[in-house]
């Protein structure tokens, strides 16, 4: 379960199969599942788009990956090298 800055809360269900999840801009079709003790999350956008996010724990750090994909223009606009950020644990005093 995630929720955004606004409070809009959405769950996802870690079953291997496809969820539709309604957005501001859009429905968005996604898979969800555990792979190697991360979280991973494929992600079916609009105009043939495709995009897969992984959330992992590396070294006490929350590290989110997202890939994307085709889309338009020729040849179906490729594949973009993978995106990472990084967290630190939020300390609470």
Do not use: C
Request: charged share 30%.
């Amino acid at each position: 379960m995630f929720t955004d800055a606004d409070g809009r809360t959405t769950r996802y269900v870690a079953n291997d199969k496809k969820e539709k999840h309604q957005l501001l801009t859009g429905t968005i079709e996604t898979k969800t599942k555990w792979v190697d003790g991360a979280l991973r999350q494929e992600i079916a956008l609009r105009d043939g788009m495709k995009s897969s996010r992984t959330y992992a724990i590396e070294d006490d750090h929350l590290v989110v990956t997202t890939t994307m994909e085709g889309g338009p223009g020729p040849g179906g606009g490729g594949r973009r090298a993978p995106v990472r950020w990084v967290y630190d644990r939020d300390v609470v005093q």
